[in-house]
């Protein structure tokens, strides 16, 4: 399973902006799909989850109502759609995939960062 992050970019406090995860391989065997972040200086943090198959979500507390964690089925590409960023935001986004039967994520994308000013 290969794992491409995109959609990062700057932008202004309250502002939008989406991110994509590409999966490409044997995404048959994929069961969930997780975003994380890190900001300088910080620890690597779960943003959100969802459920390969069932579509299943949950959030960070520090994004839940924000944030929006989807699934397109014909591109095997997962979303993270983000609204009202604040400049605490502000990190390296990272999309890491498990496989079913594992309890750790298996994969993770290259990241890509997200600034949002102030």
């Known amino acids: 399973v290969q794992l491409q992050a995109s959609g990062g970019g700057l932008v202004q406090a309250g502002g939008s902006l989406r991110l994509s995860c590409a999966a490409s391989?044997?995404?048959?065997?994929?069961?969930?799909l997780e975003w994380f972040r890190q900001a300088p200086g910080k620890e690597r943090e779960f943003v959100a989850h969802i459920t390969w198959g069932d579509l299943s979500t949950y959030y960070a507390d520090s994004v839940k109502g924000r944030f929006t964690i989807s699934r397109d089925n014909a591109k095997n590409t997962v979303y993270l759609q983000m609204i009202s960023l604040k400049p605490e935001d502000t990190a390296v986004y990272y999309c890491?995939?498990?496989?079913?039967?594992?309890?750790?994520?298996?994969?993770w994308g290259q990241g890509t960062q997200v600034t949002v000013s102030s």
């Open positions: 890491a995939a498990r496989l079913e039967g594992y309890s750790v994520n298996n994969y």
């Open positions: 391989g044997r995404t048959f065997s994929i069961y969930t």
